[in-house]
């Protein structure tokens, strides 16, 4: 009877805090997850300088991003069949070495091509911390209630990543040295990724698990041939859109009104409003289902994108963009939700690696069209990016929404958890 009454109430934060063994891998995944966010604005940052062009700097970002989009989920399907550990040690220790490269080559002054060669394997090698730790909850917390309150929390953290991300990335490469930004995430790469991986108790179950074998998952199967993950990676790469857009256009705009030290606070006002909008996703009961949630919430996200580029003062872009953060975290929260009734566990972390891997590979576009069209003809156009990235993904999502509704029943934990609250989609 307990277990009926706490499955009838939202779980909060507190509870979720106080599942045995969390703060074991949420402390250092929180260390090792926040280099993520400096990555791009600090390539973006150096190649401009060291090239005058924001074409450029956001083609080698661009090249960066398709190459941790394309290696993402093989990184997560090694680490659903290995073990986490046995993937993040050689895998922080190649993206140390890839970034101490593209700093030496730039600032030596070598040709594109070169950069572009270093570029790649920093972009493959980048650490997937975020879908580990969500993997992770996923074992801990499968057939609870409180999975929800794990994706709205984890989204937080994310988004406070990128507001602590770009800030400090911008404020290295302004204020210190234009390399300072990569040099700095490398070294967190390295210290805070071996960290995470020392935590080797909490890691789920890899290879043929027990819980595989019991409902007769195939555990080789790519996640990515659930056609719902595949809707799920079109609107993420919307959401991609919009993060390297802004990054972009920011960049440029600041620059263009003669005050690039608003740069880092913009982005940060944007990212700040992702972070409030998922602490109040994680707070709230929703009585509609995380299908139509998502859909409403892309809406918004897309009306609120499409705006940007006719806005034109530091005081109004700022306010339109603390909108655009707030429109995100519900359409990334949900989607992490979703994900989590459709596929099953020996997949899970791959699926994760594509959605983030999705997120990646719009941001990666983004850049390059933004950047090009930035030096062309002028900051604002930059901002037509996010508008039509986000529009193509919305179209997709009401389109294929049908896609997203879980064919199976809902799963009960492996571990017997008895009060399971059946999955909504609508």
Known sequence: MASTVVSEKRPGYGQLLRTPGALSFLLPGFAARQPFAMLTIGIVLLVQHTTGSYGSAGAVAAATGVSMALFAPQSGKLADRFGQRAVLVPGVLIHTASVSLLVALALA??????????????????????????????????????????????????EFTFVVGPVLATALCTGVHPAAGLIAEAAL???????????????????????????????????????????????????????????????????????????????????????????????????????????????????????????????????LGLVVGLCIAPALITGYTIVETLVPASARTEAFTWLTGAVALGQAAAVTVAGRLADAHGASTGFLVPMAGTVLALVTLVALRSRLRPHTPSRVAARGVGHRVPVSVD
């Not at 790469?237 to 802004?246: E, K, P």
Request: proline share 6%; hydrophobic share 50%.
């Open 109 to 158: 002054g070598a040709p594109l091509w070169a950069l572009f060669l270093a570029a790649v394997p920093s972009g493959a090698s980048v650490p997937q911390v975020g879908p580990m730790v969500r993997a992770r909850w996923a074992a801990k917390l499968d057939g609870t209630p409180l999975m929800p309150t794990a994706a709205a929390f984890e989204s937080v953290t994310d």
């Open 189 to 319: 790469t390295l210290v805070g990724g071996l960290f995470f991986a020392a935590q080797r108790r909490t890691q789920p179950a890899h290879g043929l698990s027990a819980e595989a074998g019991r409902t007769g998952a195939e555990p080789h199967r790519s996640a990515l041939s659930i056609p719902g993950v595949r809707v799920l990676a079109i609107a993420f790469l919307g959401i991609g859109s919009v993060f390297g857009g802004m990054q972009v256009s920011l960049t440029a705009f600041t620059e263009e009104i003669g005050n690039p030290g608003a740069n880092g606070l913009l982005y940060g006002v944007f990212a700040a409003g992702n972070m409030l909008a998922g602490i109040a996703m994680g707070a709230v009961a929703w009585k509609i289902g995380p299908r139509r949630r998502l859909i409403l919430g892309y809406a918004g996200l897309t009306v609120a994108a499409s705006l940007l580029w006719s806005v034109h003062s530091v005081l109004l872009l700022g306010a």
